[in-house]
């Protein structure tokens, strides 16, 4: 890969960082000019992504490794910063891609009014995750998470209000714990390997003497913590649920991606360091697989207790993330392939879901809402007042509301026919079912985690039918809420990809399968990040 296209790696970083470095020249008072440049940046993101998505799904060279490596300054690895583009980083910029449209979208109805430098935080947001999907080293992927979280604090914050301001104080102390212990991890990691690619780092890692390894593990375990904290892993999940249900709608809807980041890199570093012959990876398995069950038990609670919808909204991404990162540890390829699939449509369906929330919640009242429990509580509700309202037909902002809502449950659930159905068959099936690799008997880790796959998602449907019932079949109030067309598209369009995710189920299980045998072979990853060359090398060739 040379010329213009190669030239693109680096693009989905320098976009959102231009377009962010522009914006902050510009006055607060020209709100229409700082969002149309906004959403331009995101729209040039959006095809860079699909342009690089289709450059790594057709990448293979001689040797059989597929992906493109940009060395920054031209310096080759692991002296200088490499950026790597493979299938699954591809695809994390696609739907980060995704995610932005709709969530900017969405705030252009009135969110972006609302404070000060709104389209230049969530600009810098993007960048730190872009940078953090591509980067090929630990010391950048630092920079790059701290550039994210930069700009999550504000974003957090952004719209003030006493519950926000607290959640948001919350959710900087933790990240701030979590930055320090990074660094000290990278520090125990340099100091021991002498090197922060991550590439070189597998290659010495099975090299280095039983007395220093012990550093570079604790190093590692470390980063591992920092990773599990973001991820949302039980019990360094109690900051989630509150800061995102917290945050403003459009902020809430990019934040779905944040957990997966964690997701990402452990997935990353797991995968690289699995051929190293010694007992590292099982051990981090071990741990991801019984914190992965934890959460999963702990978010399903959490669903079922939750009587606010963006609670709720916050405990299915820990039921998420838990189901994640019980797969990584879990092992095996066919099960991984699922869980990819899993994680493009849960993502898409939980941004669509805070997105939706506002809406719903917008028409609703507070005191109304805890009346309504108490009723379900003890039975005061009165029937003769519900058969008056029999044949009252719903205004059609909420028949849209009530449908875009039972598709979330659905999705959330894993019921058919929709994409959360096809990912956890396709986790099941890979787990216990004929897509299983080895015909050895399914142990008890097995079981545990295909049970509690499909007890969340009866956990998810009894509260998201509660959750409906309440708001749009016997709700107590009969306000309609004001939803304008640009609030309403975003949902519908998030919705939508989980449907083409469906229709497309084959084509799109093909690339995760594809992914995750790349991934499985860690040799493809090193070769591509040693083996590229600097511009201009060929030419001094004799």
Same mark, same amino acid.
């Given at each position: 890969?040379?010329?213009?296209?190669?030239?693109?790696?680096?693009?989905?970083?320098?976009?959102?960082?231009?377009?962010?470095?522009?914006?902050?020249?510009?006055?607060?008072? /020209?709100?229409?000019?700082?969002?149309?440049?906004? +959403?331009?940046?995101? !729209? *040039?993101? =959006?095809?860079? #992504? $699909? &342009?690089? @998505?289709?450059?790594?799904?057709?990448?293979?060279?001689?040797?059989?490794?597929?992906?493109?490596?940009?060395?920054?300054?031209?310096?080759?690895?692991?002296?200088?910063?490499?950026?790597?583009?493979?299938?699954?980083?591809?695809?994390?910029?696609?739907?980060?891609?995704?995610?932005?449209?709709?969530?900017?979208?969405?705030?252009?109805?009135?969110?972006?009014?609302?404070?000060?430098?709104?389209?230049?935080?969530?600009?810098?947001?993007?960048?730190?995750?872009?940078?953090?999907?591509?980067?090929?080293?630990?010391?950048?992927?630092?920079?790059?998470?701290?550039?994210?979280?930069?700009?999550?604090?504000?974003?957090?914050?952004?719209? /003030?209000?006493?519950?926000?301001?607290?959640?948001? +104080?919350?959710?900087? !102390? *933790?990240? =701030?714990?979590? #930055? $320090? &212990?990074? @660094?000290?991890?990278?520090?125990?990691?340099?100091?021991?390997?002498?090197?922060?690619?991550?590439?070189?780092?597998?290659?010495?890692?099975?090299?280095?003497?039983?007395?220093?390894?012990?550093?570079?593990?604790?190093?590692?375990?470390?980063?591992?913590?920092?990773?599990?904290?973001?991820?949302?892993?039980?019990?360094?999940?109690?900051?989630?649920?509150?800061?995102?249900?917290?945050?403003?709608?459009?902020?809430?809807?990019?934040?779905?991606?944040?957990?997966?980041?964690?997701?990402?890199?452990?997935?990353?570093?797991?995968?690289?360091?699995?051929?190293?012959?010694?007992?590292?990876?099982?051990?981090?398995?071990?741990?991801?697989?019984?914190?992965?069950?934890?959460?999963?038990?702990?978010?399903?609670?959490? !669903?079922?207790?939750?009587?606010?919808?963006?609670?709720?909204?916050?405990?299915?991404?820990?039921?998420?993330?838990?189901?994640?990162?019980?797969?990584?540890?879990?092992?095996?390829?066919?099960?991984?392939?699922?869980?990819?699939?899993?994680?493009?449509?849960?993502?898409?369906?939980?941004?669509?879901?805070?997105?939706?929330?506002?809406?719903?919640?917008?028409?609703?009242?507070?005191?109304?809402?805890?009346?309504?429990?108490?009723?379900?509580?003890?039975?005061?509700?009165?029937?003769?007042?519900?058969?008056?309202?029999?044949?009252?037909?719903?205004?059609?902002?909420?028949?849209?509301?009530?449908?875009?809502?039972?598709?979330?449950?659905?999705?959330?659930?894993?019921?058919?026919?929709?994409?959360?159905?096809?990912?956890?068959?396709?986790?099941?099936?890979?787990?216990?079912?004929?897509?299983?690799?080895?015909?050895?008997?399914?142990?008890?880790?097995?079981?545990?985690?295909?049970?509690?796959?499909?007890?969340?998602?009866?956990?998810?449907?009894?509260?998201?039918?509660?959750?409906?019932?309440?708001?749009?079949?016997?709700?107590?109030?009969?306000?309609?809420?004001?939803?304008?067309?640009?609030?309403?598209?975003?949902?519908?369009?998030?919705?939508?990809?989980?449907?083409?995710?469906?229709?497309?189920?084959?084509?799109?299980?093909?690339?995760?399968?594809?992914?995750?045998?790349?991934?499985?072979?860690?040799?493809?990853?090193?070769?591509?990040?040693?083996?590229?060359?600097?511009?201009?090398?060929?030419?001094?060739?004799?």
């Amino acid at each position: 890969m040379t010329g213009l296209s190669h030239h693109l790696i680096v693009a989905p970083i320098l976009v959102p960082f231009v377009a962010a470095a522009i914006l902050l020249f510009i006055d607060e008072r /020209s709100r229409v000019t700082k969002a149309m440049i906004s +959403l331009g940046a995101t !729209v *040039i993101m =959006l095809t860079v #992504a $699909l &342009l690089l @998505l289709h450059m790594a799904n057709g990448m293979e060279n001689a040797a059989g490794n597929a992906g493109g490596v940009y060395l920054l300054g031209n310096w080759p690895a692991p002296f200088g910063i490499v950026l790597v583009l493979d299938r699954l980083s591809a695809m994390m910029l696609m739907l980060t891609a995704t995610l932005a449209i709709p969530a900017l979208a969405f705030s252009l109805a009135r969110w972006h009014n609302s404070g000060a430098h709104f389209h230049t935080l969530f600009q810098l947001l993007l960048m730190g995750l872009n940078g953090a999907f591509l980067t090929g080293d630990l010391f950048n992927l630092f920079v790059f998470f701290e550039v994210m979280l930069a700009a999550s604090y504000g974003l957090l914050l952004h719209g /003030s209000g006493q519950l926000r301001v607290k959640a948001g +104080l919350h959710y900087l !102390v *933790i990240n =701030l714990a979590s #930055a $320090l &212990l990074f @660094l000290v991890g990278v520090s125990l990691v340099y100091g021991t390997a002498g090197t922060l690619n991550m590439a070189d780092l597998a290659l010495r890692l099975p090299e280095l003497a039983p007395d220093r390894r012990v550093f570079l593990e604790a190093g590692l375990a470390v980063l591992g913590v920092v990773f599990l904290i973001k991820a949302g892993v039980w019990p360094l999940n109690f900051w989630l649920p509150t800061a995102y249900s917290a945050a403003a709608a459009p902020v809430a809807g990019i934040f779905a991606i944040l957990s997966k980041l964690g997701i990402y890199i452990l997935l990353r570093l797991v995968m690289l360091t699995s051929g190293d012959g010694t007992a590292l990876t099982e051990v981090a398995r071990t741990v991801l697989l019984f914190g992965g069950l934890a959460t999963i038990t702990f978010g399903a609670i959490g !669903v079922l207790a939750s009587q606010a919808l963006g609670r709720l909204a916050g405990y299915s991404v820990l039921v998420s993330t838990g189901t994640l990162l019980t797969i990584i540890g879990f092992g095996g390829q066919a099960s991984a392939s699922g869980a990819l699939f899993y994680m493009v449509s849960s993502t898409l369906t939980i941004a669509a879901f805070f997105l939706l929330i506002e809406l719903i919640e917008r028409g609703q009242d507070a005191g109304a809402s805890v009346l309504a429990v108490s009723m379900e509580v003890y039975g005061d509700a009165d029937e003769d007042d519900a058969d008056d309202e029999i044949g009252v037909t719903m205004p059609g902002t909420m028949a849209v509301l009530a449908v875009c809502f039972s598709a979330c449950a659905i999705l959330l659930s894993g019921l058919p026919p929709l994409s959360g159905f096809v990912a956890k068959f396709a986790i099941l099936s890979g787990m216990i079912g004929s897509g299983a690799e080895s015909d050895a008997a399914i142990g008890p880790a097995g079981w545990v985690s295909a049970t509690l796959l499909i007890l969340s998602g009866l956990c998810a449907l009894i509260a998201m039918t509660r959750s409906g019932i309440r708001t749009f079949w016997a709700s107590i109030e009969g306000t309609v809420p004001r939803v304008l067309v640009i609030e309403v598209a975003p949902v519908l369009m998030l919705l939508t990809l989980t449907l083409v995710l469906t229709i497309g189920a084959g084509p799109v299980m093909r690339y995760m399968q594809e992914t995750t045998a790349t991934l499985s072979e860690p040799r493809n990853y090193i070769n591509a990040v040693f083996e590229a060359r600097r511009i201009g090398q060929e030419a001094a060739r004799p």
